[in-house]
């Protein structure tokens, strides 16, 4: 889908006779159906005025073709500007402009993560380089028309108010200017940029390559598909075992099976280390492979981009990184766009999305729309916030809606925790989730300990890090001070105990960052993940007292979003709203005290919770 198309002759008439401002909006609402922003119709005069000074050349074609808010197939991205035409050896070229308006920003040691000023205030975003590229990787990846049709993807970015700075052009950011060049302000840049085109359109194509990219079959490339299935290879931590396996069977012939007069919904149920996101992302791999389009989603960046490193051995972002997404950008995606959705840790999708959660109608219901087989792994035991909708029978439900078929499977193996389901069912008596059998641990199954102070526990955690596998987590009841200012501690426990929360610089890769073993982790950045070792920081909001389990929802911090609205809830449902809140913090401390594979170390801040969990356990 093209919102504006002309060559550069008219083009450059529209810019210098017509608003090209209104008739790209004017276009943009008969093609979309929507309106935009007047910030984005004033963008598009002050921008598209720039490159029309750069494109006044006599050397560039009059003839090359011009395309505004060309959409990306599979994503509701939209390139700001493609020009498209052959260079001089005659091969089909188009290259990709990503504009900004921007006139300063600060870098940030994230791969490809800048700030800027944006709307109301400073916020983190990708590169702009990095965007042009990423768009350059998403056509050349899924589009026939460029992997098949010969066209060549050319891309760059244009940020015409911004003066360099060595900021914005920092060698830390070179991985990405290199494939994407960046053009900034003043008349050299224009120059600069002016060559770039010229070098890769000497002839006009009218308009010939942009018919061909909008019409390109979107499916993803052989050679793309190839490197993923050569990627799991080598990878022995994705090998399938037992209900693993016979369920990634059933889910594949299911996939097969379905499309758009025919849609499918797959439920898959499992504990913590039952191996869900192992199964999601080999069933990534293979479909891809079999040449359909899908992706792997999950609403928490971290499991989506710590698997995505797992899978390519390395933290950078790569070509595959379009294929893994957040749950909250199928908003506007048409119905059956995709052959597959594979849905990790479903029990985390919210009902809005946006920043602000007041966009769209529900997650749950836009998955299955989007895709004509969704698959939703889940563990609903580990719904951790008020906001957490992803159940199995809100699923059965909107997948009735739907008329798709339900096929549900269990995963029942345990691969973490030392295989022991004896700690699982342990945990759960323990912290009050549910009575069972398991009312003692015996530690010579899993290494389960409890230390007397946060200084032991972190120590014992550093030394079981050999291979920068365990790390130390903690509820939500301490704040986050450090995010504004580094110099401020965050967990401070007694006279000895200060630590600061995850890594803010890595985010998401907290849990393999190698310096991260001297942070605290929280739920957000380890769940759906797991190390050897896991420390478990049992903050005020759960205690014990006379031998029963009490949650102080009180004791989080006040900016924790997990139960964030629940003191209003309570003037209207307060028996409802406070069993609720109960079952979030237990369930947030079951989530993490099930990341470790071979021991959960545990200090509480509270004594007589400490002398409880002691009583629960004895070694033989």
Request: aromatic content about 8%.
């Amino acid at each position: 889908m093209i919102v504006y198309e002309a060559d550069k002759k008219q083009f450059l008439h529209h810019t210098d006779h017509d608003d090209i401002e209104h008739l790209i909006h004017t276009n943009f609402k008969a093609v979309t159906g929507k309106r935009v922003n007047q910030s984005e119709v004033r963008s598009w005069r002050e921008s598209l005025g720039y490159v029309a000074r750069v494109l006044r050349d006599d050397d560039i074609p009059n003839e090359m073709g011009i395309a505004i808010e060309l959409h990306i197939p599979q994503s509701s991205k939209r390139i700001d500007v493609t020009l498209t035409g052959r260079d001089a050896d005659g091969n089909k070229n188009a290259i990709v402009i990503e504009l900004k308006q921007w006139e300063k920003a600060s870098a940030t040691e994230k791969d490809g993560i800048v700030v800027t000023y944006l709307g109301k205030g400073q916020r983190e975003v990708v590169h702009p380089s990095y965007q042009a590229w990423s768009y350059a990787s998403l056509l050349e990846g899924f589009n026939e028309a460029v992997y098949n049709g010969g066209i060549s993807i050319k891309p760059c970015a244009y940020l015409h108010n911004y003066t360099r700075d060595g900021v914005i052009d920092a060698q830390h950011y070179l991985g990405y200017t290199t494939k994407a060049p960046l053009f900034l302000k003043g008349a050299e840049e224009q120059k600069k940029l002016r060559q770039f085109i010229k070098t890769h359109v000497k002839y006009g194509d009218k308009k010939e390559v942009l018919f061909e990219l909008a019409n390109g079959r979107i499916r993803p490339s052989k050679a793309l598909a190839d490197s993923l299935k050569g990627l799991l290879k080598s990878q022995p931590e994705f090998v399938l075992i037992d209900d693993q396996k016979e369920t990634f069977e059933s889910t594949l012939a299911a996939v097969r099976t379905s499309g758009p007069a025919t849609p499918r919904v797959v439920i898959i149920e499992g504990g913590p280390g039952t191996g869900k996101t192992v199964l999601a992302i080999n069933l990534l791999v293979r479909l891809t492979s079999m040449g359909l389009l899908g992706q792997y989603v999950s609403k928490n960046a971290a499991p989506r981009e710590v698997y995505q490193s797992k899978l390519v051995g390395t933290i950078t972002k790569t070509r595959f990184s379009n294929m893994f997404s957040g749950s909250g950008r199928f908003i506007d995606v048409d119905k059956n766009t995709y052959d597959f959705l594979i849905v990790d840790e479903a029990h985390r999708l919210n009902e809005k999305s946006g920043l602000y959660g007041n966009l769209g109608e529900n997650q749950v219901k836009e998955l299955i729309n989007a895709s004509a087989c969704t698959v939703f792994l889940i563990d609903e035991d580990q719904r951790v916030t008020l906001s957490d909708i992803g159940t199995k029978q809100v699923i059965r439900e909107l997948a009735t809606e739907k008329g798709a078929a339900i096929e549900e499977y269990e995963l029942a193996s345990q691969f973490r925790c030392s295989g022991s389901d004896g700690y699982l069912a342990w945990l759960d008596n323990a912290l009050g989730i549910r009575p069972t059998a398991n009312q003692t641990l015996s530690t010579t199954e899993y290494d389960f300990r409890i230390f007397d102070t946060p200084e032991a526990l972190h120590t014992a955690i550093e030394a079981k890090n050999i291979q920068n596998k365990a790390r130390v987590v903690a509820g939500y009841c301490w704040p986050w001070r450090s995010k504004k200012n580094p110099k401020e501690d965050d967990i401070v426990i007694g006279e000895n105990y200060r630590r600061k929360w995850n890594l803010d610089k890595d985010g998401s890769l907290w849990i393999i960052a190698p310096e991260s073993i001297e942070q605290v982790g929280c739920i957000h950045t380890c769940q759906g993940l797991e190390v050897d070792y896991i420390g478990v920081i049992i903050g005020p909001d759960f205690i014990v007292r006379d031998g029963q389990v009490v949650t102080c929802a009180e004791e989080r911090d006040r900016h924790d979003k997990s139960i964030r609205g629940y003191k209003t809830r309570l003037k209207t449902n307060p028996e409802i709203v406070k069993a609720e809140v109960d079952l979030i913090i237990k369930n947030t401390y079951r989530t993490l005290m099930t990341r470790g594979m071979k021991g959960c170390y545990v200090y509480c801040t509270d004594e007589e919770t400490a002398v409880y969990f002691r009583a629960m356990t004895h070694s033989i």
